[in-house]
């Protein structure tokens, strides 16, 4: 498959896409993304130029030989940065897009010891143990080396989540794979286990897109002064990430790849729905519908990313990087959902297989397997069968499993995408902002109105302010030696003949409430409130808290 997007770069119909010119001198082309793009219509261009190569690969291949250009292509403007070392920036700039060379990453410190600073972990964490005339002696391990066994190169840095407080560990450098001591520990090949126990119509993807993911061990590997970026400054290792431009563009790639793959397993569970008879039902098109909606939203944001693309170095130019940071939150929810959607509206669907392509070719099985798993859309055994091991491949083996680990890690962990989403909004100033849109509308009013200028407060239809006066206020209405109302004072008709008992009872009738308590009659609670303050509004107020 890696074969498939260099021969691209050469394809006549696909070089408008992929390609432009180098900006080095070289008078060559290159992949457009391995170019510091100079504004946002170059940034779009480089956008497409991604999704052409994804779409080679359905979308399936997170590190393809473009995904480090998001760092190397910014090694030109940026080469300053990396000061002393300025000059190997540029090399690599140089060589990388002449070339499109084929580099992978390994930045995350291994699950060992997690909870002590990485100084005090120099038996496993990467670290410089000495220096010589031809470069740095380093050790240490690195997690995950996805794909590094195809690469020319790896990259090593450090997480900023760990900062590092010691120069040995402030080394950030380019690793050839050539280098002795540089090995790789390999997880099982789904590969391997597709071609030996399947065939490609078995495991369509896992048997030709398997990223391999690796511990990179590094044992006394000589690292050439001419590959280091960074050594000895513990500030700038620490924040590489911000200052390198390699987050945004990465996160671009990443979005970029991720549509492309949400185009093709929109397709494939279209065509399930289909095969099984269950196109036309409407919670099936509702959660396909879903799926759509996903697809929309990471298209959407990679336009977002790349056309309101932010001045950066020079005169390039980065993707912006609160639309970034937006696809690196929602990319942990999407995949998950998708995987589950697909699960729920196919169910049996997926495992209502025969086990090998070879079942085709058995005489005795033939006619069981045309009749009984022949699709509902007038697919043959064949067809059905092919389409459902593609979706199982993509959501149930080892591979499907894998890559919805992928995803959900893919950019961070959960907790700390969410934490520098916040954390970015208060140090760009969106934060001030949001308060002080919030603060504009509450200075608009307070207690006694309007205070907008264009706004009028009405008085004279407002009936709290006509029937109580402001001055009074509800004090009065209520004592100030008592929080309680008195008893309503009789009227004057009252005073000059008092009632018997007998009539009070009558006046003031009683209810029983839920408890079998007598209580009063709202009447009586009407009439009380009205000798009190005299108003309909009182009446509302006292009848609350009567009850």
């Not at 044992?219 to 200052?243: M, R």
């Not at 399930?272 to 944001?301: D, K, M, P, Y």
Request: include cysteine; proline fraction near 6%.
């Amino acid at each position: 498959m890696l074969a498939r997007l260099y021969d691209a770069l050469h394809d006549p119909a696909m070089q408008p896409v992929l390609t432009c010119a180098t900006d080095t001198g070289s008078g060559g082309y290159t992949h457009r993304y391995f170019r510091a793009p100079a504004g946002a219509e170059e940034l779009v261009a480089a956008r497409d130029a991604i999704a052409a190569w994804a779409r080679l690969t359905y979308g399936w291949m997170g590190r393809s030989p473009d995904y480090k250009a998001a760092f190397l292509a910014t090694l030109g403007a940026n080469a300053d940065f990396y000061a002393p070392y300025q000059d190997n920036a540029r090399r690599w700039y140089r060589a990388a897009q002449e070339r499109v060379l084929f580099l992978n990453h390994a930045l995350v410190q291994p699950p060992v010891d997690r909870h002590r600073p990485p100084d005090e972990v120099a038996d496993v964490y990467v670290h410089v143990e000495r220096e010589t005339d031809a470069g740095l002696i380093v050790s240490g391990a690195k997690v995950v080396a996805t794909g590094s066994a195809l690469t020319h190169a790896n990259f090593i840095a450090h997480p900023t989540t760990t900062p590092i407080a010691t120069k040995e560990f402030a080394a950030v450098f380019i690793a050839t794979m050539d280098t002795p001591g540089v090995k790789l520990i390999c997880r099982p090949s789904y590969a391997m286990a597709a071609e030996v126990m399947g065939s490609p119509f078995d495991y369509p993807l896992s048997s030709r897109l398997d990223e391999n993911d690796a511990i990179l061990v590094l044992d006394h590997a000589l690292v050439p002064w001419e590959d280091v970026l960074v050594y000895e400054d513990v500030g700038k290792s620490n924040t590489f990430f911000q200052h390198s431009g390699f987050f945004p563009r990465a996160m671009l790639h990443g979005c970029t790849r991720l549509a492309v793959k949400l185009d093709f397993v929109t397709g494939l569970m279209l065509k399930a729905a289909e095969a099984v008879g269950s196109a036309g039902t409407r919670h099936i098109q509702t959660s396909i519908g879903e799926v759509i909606a996903w697809r929309n939203l990471f298209w959407s944001l990679t336009d977002a990313m790349a056309r309101a693309a932010v001045p950066w170095a020079g005169r390039t130019v980065l993707p912006n990087p609160e639309y970034a940071q937006a696809y690196r939150l929602f990319a942990t929810i999407a995949w998950p959902r998708v995987k589950e959607i697909t699960e729920n509206i196919l169910g049996s669907a997926l495992i209502y297989l025969n086990s090998h392509a070879a079942d085709f070719k058995t005489p005795e099985l033939r006619g069981y397997l045309d009749k009984y798993l022949r699709g509902s859309d007038g697919s043959s055994a064949v067809e059905r069968t092919k389409l459902m091991k593609l979706l199982w491949d993509a959501m149930g083996t080892e591979f499907g499993g894998r890559h919805e680990l992928y995803e959900r890690n893919y950019a961070g962990a959960p907790e700390t995408i969410r934490f520098l989403t916040w954390q970015m909004a208060q140090t760009s100033g969106l934060a001030r902002g949001f308060k002080e849109f919030a603060e504009r509308c509450l200075a608009e009013y307070d207690l006694e109105g309007w205070t907008a200028p264009d706004l009028i407060t009405p008085p004279d239809v407002r009936r709290v302010d006509r029937e109580h006066p402001r001055a009074g206020g509800w004090r009065a209405c209520w004592p100030s030696s008592s929080s309680r109302p008195s008893a309503p004072a009789a009227s004057a008709g009252a005073r000059a003949a008092p009632r018997s008992p007998s009539s009070s009872r009558s006046t003031a009738r009683t209810t029983r409430g839920p408890s079998g308590r007598r209580s009063p009659s709202s009447t009586a609670r009407r009439a009380a409130a009205r000798s009190i303050c005299g108003s309909s509004t009182g009446t509302r107020s006292i009848s609350r808290s009567a009850r």
